[in-house]
Structure formats: C-alpha cells, structure tokens
C-alpha cells in the first residue's frame, strides 16, 4: 500500500456567482488573474512548493475550462506515477448518483481515494484564494500542539468579522469557541478554510456526518469534533491573503499587483507560482505606444496606450485606444480609438473602434446591484461590441451585441445587455 505523509483535497467546485457574468461558463478557480495566471493556480503552486505532491481537485460546476487547465499536472510538477494531481468531479454510483452538496460531502465522496494513499493528515483548501502559504510549517505546528485539527486563521477588521466564522482562542492557540458568521462576533481570528485534520478523526467525522443535508466543514464538521473534545487548535497567518470572491475584490488584488512595491509579489525565485502556459511570441509594443505601470503579459501588440492596468496574453490594443485602471483578459481584441476606463474585460472579447466603456456618473445595476457594483464595467467573453458605442459604470454586458442594443448608441450607467443563451 502506498503511504503518503499528507495529502491535499483542493475544493474548486464553486460556482463564484457574485463574479457575475465572469463565471457563466467557468468555474470561479478557473478565472483569469494577474494577466497569465488562473485562481487556482496559486494553491497548486503552494502545494508543490510545501512539499506536498498528492492533490485530489474537485471540480463540479462548468469544469471543462479548469479540467484542460490543470491537465495532467505538469506546470505544478504534479505529474506523478504515484501521487501527482487528480481531478475528481462527482461520478454516479451504484445506488444513486449525487451531485457535492456540501464542502464536507465532496471531501466524503471521494473517500476511497483518500483511503489510496493511507495519509496521516488530510489537508483541506479552497481553489478561490489567491495567498502563498507553507503548508509544512502549518504541519510542524499541527503535530507539535499534537492537534487532532489545526484551523488556519488570519486577523480581519472587527467590523468585517461577521462575514466570517471566527474562532476564538485561549493563551496557547487552541480553540475554546467557533462562530459560523456571528452577528456579535467575539474575536476578529477569521477561519480561511484552510484544514488540516488528523486522518483517522476526519473519516469519522464524515461517516458519523454522512446523511447531514449540505454537510460542510464550518458548519458541521468542525463543530462535531469540537464538541467531541477534539484538540482544535488555530494557526494564525499575517501575511497577504485575499479571496478574490466579487468583482470589486478581484479588480482590487489585480491593482494590487502593479503597486510601486506590490503587496503580494509574483515574481520570487523562492516561492513560484507556476501555470499553465500557451507557447506565445514577446509582446511587440510599437513606438508611439504608451504603457505605465502595467502588466503586459506574452503575445500581445500594443499599439495605443495603458495606465494602470493588467493584460493577459495576446491582447491586441490599436492605434489611438487608451486603456486604464482595468483588466483585459487573454486574446481580447480593443480597436482604433477605443476608450476603456476601470473595467474587467474577460477573454475574446472584440470592441469595435470608437467605442467608450466605463463612462459617466455611477448609478446602481438594474441587473444586480450587490454584483455589479464597485464603479466598474464588466465584458463578458466572446462578447463583441459594435463601433461608436458609449458604455457607462455598473453594467454587464455578454453575447454578440448589436448597434440597435444599444438605445441611442448609448448604454447608460447601472444598464446591462446579456444576449439570449448567454448565461
């Protein structure tokens, strides 16, 4: 039997809906970020660089995009005889088949592969966070506490608690309290779904929990081994770490990455993040071209200007197009003379010339203001938008358009146009 010391189960089966028209076709682990990278990549990359090379992903909505993304695991060095990458997406079973109800039940289902690699400890992370952790320190202090769980925790802002399940701890770190989204919050220790768990006290946990409805881990797993005297134990985390859930926050962490002196940085020799990559040409910037303070990632032509923004891999800019403050996902084509202003522009998008987007006063989304917000203007891919026309903030838009979408040419803030079959 093969003996693995820890093993990770990677969660990237969300469907990351308050992304909007970003994960329509696309699991939210799979979107683009940082021009060259996808979510998931970070941690993957994380794993291989903590050591830890055997990772179940489970996959479940709109998986085809992350499936051909992670492949067999070779950009992360996960492409073992023994071990390496698996992808798992639900199967149907003899008695039944069931889709993941729960972040607890897909860890359930997919026991016999768990049970494979006979682990001591079982790692636990979610596809959706962009950080870099060592995951073998978080197991140094897991064993040295002799934790039957360890909770990775970071400090947020008092007022931000209650989005979170908060733990709270005495003086040596273990846990003496755990609050799934607290309205009176006790501490600011925010729990980052991230586990690791002694194998044999997970397995009982998911058997004894098998028939709970949605089982998960914030809600039940961890409140089951904590009410069964468990050692729960919090590791605190302080350096960057950002779930890049909402349009705001994921345009926010891509900003972030052309500061001055970033906050996270992507380009240390010692900790890597890896990703799949397309065998592209240098990108050509010509010489009238502008650029500042920009990530221009391989493959593109740029013949206008960008500020303050972050271009994914063959992106063409014409001749007189300013682009600022936004994000231009791969293979985006921005015509003659186009206008772009704080925007998040996915991946084939064609914008015809003359064309202006993120323009005018803010007004909130008539499609869904919790989503679209943020002052931003949201393309989705393969979308084509015609010549001479004017988008304003707080809109969406996705599918082939047509002058005749736009009333007077003009589609006005907080508006959107999503083509039939589109989401």
């Known amino acids: 039997?093969?003996?693995?010391?820890?093993?990770?189960?990677?969660?990237?089966?969300?469907?990351?809906?308050?992304?909007?028209?970003?994960?329509?076709?696309?699991?939210?682990?799979?979107?683009?970020?940082?021009?060259?990278?996808?979510?998931?990549?970070?941690?993957?990359?994380?794993?291989?660089?903590?050591?830890?090379?055997?990772?179940?992903?489970?996959?479940?909505?709109?998986?085809?995009?992350?499936n051909s993304h992670i492949g067999i695991g070779i950009p992360w060095d996960l492409d073992r005889n023994i071990g390496g990458v698996s992808v798992l997406p639900p199967y149907e079973k003899s008695g039944n088949s069931e889709w993941y109800t729960g972040t607890a039940n897909a860890i359930y289902q997919n026991m016999a592969y768990m049970e494979q690699y006979n682990p001591d400890y079982v790692l636990i992370l979610s596809g959706d966070h962009i950080y870099k952790m060592d995951y073998e320190i978080m197991l140094d202090y897991h064993k040295s506490n002799k934790a039957d769980v360890t909770i990775a925790a970071m400090p947020v802002p008092m007022e931000e608690a209650k989005r979170f399940g908060i733990v709270v701890t005495d003086e040596d770190n273990r846990i003496t309290d755990f609050q799934e989204k607290p309205d009176e919050p006790k501490s600011n220790l925010a729990s980052m779904g991230i586990y690791i768990f002694n194998w044999e006290v997970l397995k009982n946990a998911l058997i004894t929990l098998k028939n709970q409805s949605n089982c998960d881990f914030g809600k039940h797993i961890i409140p089951y081994c904590f009410e069964n005297g468990k050692r729960i134990f919090a590791y605190e985390y302080n350096s960057y770490w950002?779930?890049?859930?909402?349009?705001?926050?994921?345009?926010?962490?891509?900003?972030?990455?052309?500061?001055?002196?970033?906050?996270?940085?992507?380009?240390?020799?010692?900790?890597?993040?890896?990703?799949?990559?397309?065998?592209?040409?240098?990108?050509?910037?010509?010489?009238?071209?502008?650029?500042?303070?920009?990530?221009?990632?391989?493959?593109?032509?740029?013949?206008?200007?960008?500020?303050?923004?972050?271009?994914?891999?063959?992106?063409?800019?014409?001749?007189?197009?300013?682009?600022?403050?936004?994000?231009?996902?791969k293979d985006t084509k921005i015509g003659k003379n186009v206008k772009i202003y704080k925007s998040i522009i996915a991946e084939e998008v064609v914008i015809d010339d003359n064309t202006?987007?993120?323009?005018?006063?803010?007004?909130?989304?008539?499609?869904?203001?919790?989503?679209?917000?943020?002052?931003?203007?949201?393309?989705g891919e393969k979308t084509y938008i015609p010549k001479n026309v004017k988008i304003g903030k707080n809109t969406a838009v996705m599918g082939q358009t047509e002058a005749s979408d736009y009333h007077n040419g003009i589609l006005e803030s907080g508006e959107y146009i999503i083509k039939a079959g589109e989401m």
């Open 1 to 66: 039997m093969i003996k693995k010391e820890m093993i990770a189960m990677l969660l990237a089966g969300g469907q990351g809906s308050r992304l909007g028209i970003l994960t329509s076709k696309m699991a939210k682990p799979a979107v683009a970020f940082g021009g060259k990278y996808r979510i998931i990549d970070f941690p993957l990359s994380n794993c291989i660089n903590s050591g830890v090379d055997t990772v179940g992903v489970l996959t479940q909505y709109q998986p085809l995009r992350l």
């Open 242 to 329: 950002k779930d890049v859930g909402t349009l705001g926050s994921y345009w926010e962490a891509n900003m972030e990455l052309i500061d001055i002196i970033p906050v996270f940085n992507l380009y240390e020799e010692f900790w890597r993040i890896y990703t799949k990559s397309d065998i592209l040409p240098p990108q050509y910037i010509a010489d009238n071209a502008k650029i500042e303070r920009s990530l221009i990632s391989e493959g593109c032509d740029i013949q206008g200007e960008v500020y303050n923004s972050v271009i994914g891999a063959g992106v063409t800019v014409e001749e007189g197009a300013v682009v600022r403050d936004s994000i231009i996902m």
């Open 356 to 379: 202006e987007i993120g323009i005018g006063e803010e007004a909130p989304s008539k499609l869904d203001k919790k989503i679209y917000a943020f002052g931003l203007a949201t393309i």
